[in-house]
């Protein structure tokens, strides 16, 4: 075998890999936009109620995405992964989104408390002024 030959076979074998490796992480970045879509689906499953159950759906539709000639390139653990990693960032959001929910609530609370506290304050004022002058 000459050298060529050898160059030939590495060229092959390196393209092979490459394709495969892009391939995985096209479908890799395909898979993350839709676990969000898989994830708003479970929650909403009724026959679905524990939370492990859920997570075990979405990894099985998206692992149905997956091309079955693809499948043992991408293990199901890579794809527990991503769809943890999507739940987190769902849950991230989620979490950000309701403090500030509950922090304007607050404010509004504190608003009426404080509005309800300067009537009360008005109505004793006005019934010691008036009990005075009797």
Do not use: H
Not at 10 to 27: D, R, W
Not at 104 to 132: L, P, Y
Request: charged share 20%; hydrophobic share 45%.
């Amino acid at each position: 075998m000459s050298i060529a030959d050898i160059i030939s076979v590495i060229f092959a074998s390196s393209s092979v890999i490459l394709g495969a490796v892009s391939y995985c992480l096209k479908t890799n970045s395909k898979l993350k936009s839709v676990v969000g879509k898989f994830i708003s689906q479970a929650e909403t499953l009724e026959n679905v109620v524990d939370g492990n159950d859920k997570f075990l759906w979405v990894v099985n539709e998206i692992e149905n995405l997956i091309p079955v000639a693809v499948r043992p390139f991408i293990p199901k653990s890579v794809i527990q992964t991503i769809v943890q990693e999507g739940f987190d960032a769902l849950s991230g959001y989620a979490k950000v989104k309701m403090g500030k929910v509950v922090a304007n609530v607050g404010d509004k609370v504190e608003g009426v408390v404080g509005e309800a506290t300067t009537a009360v304050d008005k109505i004793t004022v006005e019934t010691s002024s008036e009990t005075v002058n009797k």
